[in-house]
C-alpha cells in the first residue's frame, strides 16, 4: 500500500535555502547580490517538489520501505 502525506510549512523551505546558502558560503567572499541569485537558483530548484513555497508531499510504500518526495 502506498500512503501520501502532505505538508504546509509556510516558513521551512524559505529557512533551509538560507541556511543552506549562509552556511555553504559563509566562507567566501560572495556579495549578498550573489546570495540572494543564489537562493532564487535554489529556489528554482526545489519548486519542482514544493507547491506554492510551503506544501511537500511525501509518498511511503509500505511494501518496500521506500519513501519519495512527490513532485508538483
Not at 518496500?64 to 512527490?70: N, P, S
Request: negative net charge; glycine residues 6%; charged residues 30%.
Amino acid at each position: 500500500m502506498k500512503i501520501r502525506i502532505t505538508f504546509k510549512s509556510p516558513d521551512g523551505v524559505s529557512d533551509g535555502i538560507n541556511d543552506a546558502v549562509n552556511k555553504n558560503f559563509d566562507d567566501q567572499d560572495v556579495s549578498q547580490h550573489e546570495r540572494d541569485d543564489l537562493r532564487d537558483e535554489y529556489y528554482g530548484i526545489v519548486s519542482k517538489f514544493v507547491k506554492y513555497g510551503e506544501y511537500v508531499t511525501i509518498e511511503i510504500d509500505t511494501a518496500t520501505g521506500v519513501a519519495v518526495v512527490v513532485p508538483t
